[in-house]
């Protein structure tokens, strides 16, 4: 329906505007006018199943539900009539039949819809008798309980899980007074564990295991922040009792996420409490780490350094920087390794993820930074999603591929992957591991050869030729060859994506994913050219909180110092690292290689919030703050800066990150100019400029399918490596709430392949590659074809990436893997 | 598991709806006719083929009084107990079952041949007391005729 007619009414007595096609509920709270409701989301289709929110309607003798009846122009609505009044306290009444009243032991008074609304309209009594429900609350599963006696079966909780998450975990279970909100056969609740049908459920049904029993809600102060997690940027509203954080919630409306969160933003928050934070700084002495106080930690740095700077000269010293730490953390960090050190050996992770999204886009491009649009998805009519699990990676924004989906337009999902995106797809195409790229390439030989391209846009774009003349080997029955689909649903791809519409593709680029290299994402610019499509037809986001704020802010080499493959797998390339918040020895690849490298160098200083594998092995650790104990700004995926506030003391001696260079500096007889955050800020602000003003410049770049390691007899599998939905790096692990969802690594293995290896269900499986072996427990699932195995790199005991191996730019870092039963 | 000709049947079904709820409640008595009721892996197995997930499919299956969720005998009696066939006669009929076949309301004969429900009203008051057994009409039953009717239902 045309948004853009404005329609007129009145409510009490009030005119108001309206776009057309909202319902009368929508106009009135667009306009500020509260109609009492229990189970309208403005995230779902209406459902008019509580009934509170009827309205008279003038010349109507019935009531007609505000949520579902549309507004029209000219209506006279009254919302607080003596009738309606009486018949909400009928419906009320009726609630309150079955429900327990058990308020003072809920987490949810206080905040609760249904007391609130007796409050207001209800009687203290009710007229009817009738049996309470009494069934046992059920928290056997994690993070999310369920009290069915509260439920007043609104089905919100069920909608959004299905209809709005996609997932569809739970439902209405029978009918009348018997119906139950549970999984499908009472069995304990297996899902994502967003919470989202925690924060959607306007009673005490539903509630946040964590939070079970901790306060109540008025002992809390609520404050919005930053979720600490992925490129999102979500904002997440923290409860905090006593100087701790409790819970945190989503609040509808807020932040770009309006309201949603994923598991991560919702329940890790509680990393910050983990035992293995890092409290004073180390220095180690006689081969083992002891505390010393921040003087002599800092005269220490400052005289290493020193000297090995006298003894090789400045490039002998590198910085690995974190997407983690906020922008003036990455900045002082850069600054003090730059004016104080001097050198540009300056690096991070995301060399092996999001930069090669950044070089792909400026070689099609020529620009430095290509925010993504949050809502790119809904403005499609065809989507394409790349061997991507975006609602892993970047969750709230995944769901608007959903949504776009269910709005009505194409969702294709080319994976090896059974995922979230798959299952809601309207085509999900499983082709094999890392054949993306071919897919592209064989798409764009179908489009140029039927002559489906726009010749207009793309007869001014340079190389042209090169593109075709790389395009010649990949012909649609190549292409099937390599991706183990048919030739006719590649050209019927080709096709489809050509058709006049709006088209989108997206994918990510991150460290952990395996399947995609820098071509990847070349090809699909290439594609979007030749269709004459603008540049945000291409969608690749950020992976972390401050991914493209780290980026933006220095951390990469700027005039030709040592990037991080350099420094972490070329033994001797420096003989001092100054690593900040990172862990390379579980988020890199090639784990012993990197260990072995780190180890041969004559002064590592690491500086990080948690004592893990890479401090362990330190001459020096010192103790930051983590993302609630300091104020500081991320930027998102979107290019958006977002403030995130100090909500919590620091943990023990901890310091932010920020400081330490800025003490540190003073320490060596330098003065970065900048004593506190308002003046980084400052100093910062013209630096960060997102990518969108500068001009255009498109060209074709030739994207060759360049897979490092093939299967053979020895090796016969693909391992596949990326992010799951319930952890983030090796961040989320450290969180408990988290980890009572996933805790540990596993294989996934699908169950003919089991079968054929002997391999059962949750038993150990003996993983090899080329460059070591690990022991996984085995998953047995169909979420991946024969041939191919999935392993998650979060976790640093199951040292997945003892197997793996870097690859910086064109080339697939596929891994070939054998597997046995152990 | 659901039979070759089930899983395909469904698949037609899928293919004539725009949606795969739509397409759900068809199915399920596909699997109903097969199997005579919804086993939790008939369920699952619906689920899987419409991709709909598993608590949407039980969520559905239960909302509707049609579906079983116990297994059935082979053949299956809806006798009508309200006004009409009362007053006709229909507890002399529930009191033949009991004592011939030991079936009660709800209930399963051992031998798998005979399950009971009791209906209100079948819209046959004119000619009361009346059975549906399976999907056959039976009107102006006497206690003898009940029994030579089941006794062609083996
Ligand atoms: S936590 Fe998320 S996935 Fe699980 S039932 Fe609730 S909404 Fe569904
Ligand atoms: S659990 Fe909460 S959200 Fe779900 S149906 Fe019950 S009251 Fe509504
Ligand atoms: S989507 Fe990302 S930013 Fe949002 S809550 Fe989840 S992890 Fe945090
Ligand atoms: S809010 Fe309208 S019927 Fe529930
Ligand atoms: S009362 Fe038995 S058929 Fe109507």
């Given amino acids: 329906m045309p948004k853009d007619i404005i329609i007129e009414l009145t409510i009490n007595g009030k005119n108001i505007k309206a776009e057309q096609g909202m319902t009368i509920l929508q106009a009135a709270q667009k306009n500020g006018i509260y109609i009492p409701n229990m189970c309208y989301d403005r995230r779902l289709k209406p459902y008019g199943g509580c009934r509170l929110c009827v309205v008279e309607l003038e010349g109507q003798k019935r009531l007609f539900a505000a949520c579902s009846t549309p507004a029209e122009d000219g209506m006279i609505v009254h919302t607080e009539t003596p009738k309606l009044a009486k018949a909400r306290k009928t419906v009320l009444e009726l609630l309150l039949v079955h429900h327990p009243l058990d308020c003072p032991i809920c987490d949810k008074a206080g905040e609760c819809d249904l007391q609130d609304l007796a409050f207001k309209y209800g009687p203290s009594q009710s007229r009817f008798t009738a049996e309470r429900k009494h069934d046992p609350e059920r928290v056997d599963a994690p993070i999310v309980e369920r009290n069915p006696n509260r439920c007043i079966l609104c089905g919100k909780c069920v909608r959004v899980c299905a209809e709005h998450q996609g997932v569809g975990a739970i439902n209405l279970i029978g009918r009348g007074f018997k119906t139950k909100v549970s999984p499908a056969f009472e069995e304990t609740l297996n899902c994502e564990f967003c919470g989202q049908c925690i924060d959607a459920c306007p009673v005490g049904a539903l509630g946040a295991k964590p939070y079970r029993f901790r306060s109540r809600v008025w002992y809390m102060d609520e ?16 409860s905090l009792r006593e100087g701790r954080i409790i819970r945190a919630r989503g609040k509808d409306g807020i932040g770009i996420n309006e309201g949603n969160l994923c598991g991560k933003g919702r329940f890790g928050f509680d990393y910050i409490y983990s035992e293995n934070r890092i409290t004073t700084p180390m220095i180690k002495k006689d081969g083992k780490l002891v505390p010393v106080s921040w003087e002599e930690a800092l005269q220490y740095v400052a005289k290493r350094l020193e000297d090995i700077k006298g003894k090789y000269g400045p490039s002998a010293i590198g910085a690995i920087g974190s997407q983690r730490c906020t922008i003036e953390d990455n900045y002082m960090l850069q600054k003090f390794m730059r004016e104080v050190v001097g050198t540009d050996n300056i690096d991070s992770v995301a060399r092996f993820g999001y930069a090669k999204a950044q070089k792909a886009l400026e070689k099609a491009y020529d620009v430095d930074f290509m925010p993504i649009k949050w809502k790119a998805p809904l403005n499609a009519d065809f989507m394409l999603v790349v061997e991507s699990d975006i609602t892993s990676t970047l969750p709230v924004w995944g769901l608007n591929f959903i949504k776009a989906k269910n709005d009505g337009a194409t969702l294709v999902v080319a994976d090896v992957k059974e995922t979230k995106l798959a299952r809601n797809s309207t085509q999900w195409l499983r082709i094999k591991p890392g054949s993306g790229t071919a897919l592209l390439n064989g798409m764009m030989k179908v489009i140029i050869d039927g002559g489906l391209y726009d010749k207009d846009k793309t007869s001014a774009v340079p190389n042209f030729d090169a593109l075709t003349a790389g395009l010649k080997e990949f012909t649609p029955q190549a292409v099937s060859n390599i991706t183990g689909i048919s030739e006719d649903a590649i050209i019927s791809l080709a096709r489809s994506y050509a058709y006049p519409g709006k088209r989108l593709i ?221 952890h983030s790096g090796a961040l989320s692990v450290l969180s408990k709430n988290l980890d009572s969802v996933v805790s540990d690594a596993y294989l ?70 054998s597997i046995e039963a152990a | 598991m659901l039979s070759e000709n089930a899983v395909k049947e469904i698949g037609l079904i899928r293919n004539k709806y725009h949606d795969a709820q739509s397409s759900l409640l068809p199915a399920l008595y596909v699997v109903q006719k097969e199997h005579g009721w919804l086993s939790p892996e008939a369920l699952k197995e619906v689920g899987e083929i419409l991709n709909v997930p598993k608590a949407e499919v039980k969520g559905v299956s239960t909302f509707y009084a049609m579906f079983r969720h116990r297994p059935i005998g082979r053949h299956l009696i809806q006798l009508c107990t309200n006004v009409a066939c009362m007053i006709m006669g229909s507890e002399s009929l529930l009191n033949i079952l009991k004592e011939r076949y030991g079936l009660e309301p709800n209930g399963t004969t051992g031998d798998g041949r005979f399950s009971l429900v009791v209906m209100e009203c079948i819209g046959a008051c004119g000619t009361a007391p009346a059975m549906l057994v399976d999907t056959d009409f039976h009107d102006n039953l006497t206690e003898e005729r009940i029994v030579n009717i089941l006794e062609k239902y083996k």
């Fill in chain 1, 223 to 238: 404050y919005e922040a930053i979720c600490p997690y992925c490129g999102c940027g979500c904002t997440t509203n923290l």
């Fill in chain 1, 506 to 726: 997206a994918l990510t680029s991150n460290i952990s994913e395996n399947t995609k290299s820098m071509n990847t994402i070349l090809a699909a610019a290439n594609l979007a050219i030749l269709m004459g499509d603008d540049p945000d037809t291409v969608q690749v986001p950020a992976e972390f909180s401050n991914t493209a704020g780290m980026w933006m802010s220095g951390v990469r080499p700027l005039s030709g110092g040592k990037d991080v493959y350099d420094m972490l797998y070329e033994p001797g390339a420096v003989k001092a690292l100054y690593i900040m918040g990172e862990n390379p020895i579980v988020t890199f690849q090639d784990a012993a290689r990197v260990e072995k490298t780190l180890k041969g160098l004559e002064l590592l200083i690491v500086q990080d919030i948690f004592l893990k594998e890479a401090a362990r092995i330190a001459d020096v650790v010192l103790p930051a703050c983590s993302w609630a104990e300091k104020e500081g700004t991320f930027m998102s995926a979107t290019g958006n800066i977002q403030k995130t506030p100090k909500l919590v003391a620091e943990t023990g001696q901890s310091v932010p990150d920020w400081k330490i260079f800025r003490n540190l500096a003073r320490v060596m007889n330098k003065d970065l100019g900048l004593k506190d955050i308002t003046a980084i800020r400052a100093a910062i602000a013209d630096m960060i400029v997102s990518g969108e003003t500068k001009d255009i410049r498109r060209s074709f770049n030739p994207a060759s399918y360049e897979v490092m390691e093939t299967v053979s007899e020895e090796y016969p599998m693909f391992l596949v490596t990326s992010n799951i939905l319930q």
């Fill in chain 1, 748 to 817: 996934q293995v699908n169950t003919k392949d089991a079968k054929k290896h002997g391999i059962h269900d949750d038993a150990f499986v003996r993983v090899k590659s080329k460059r070591g072996e690990v022991y996984l427990k085995a998953m047995l699932s169909d979420e991946v074809p024969e041939g191919t195995v999935f392993a998650p790199l979060h976790f640093a005991h199951a040292k997945v990436n003892a197997l793996t191996y870097p690859s910086l730019n064109g080339g697939l870092p596929l891994v070939a893997v």
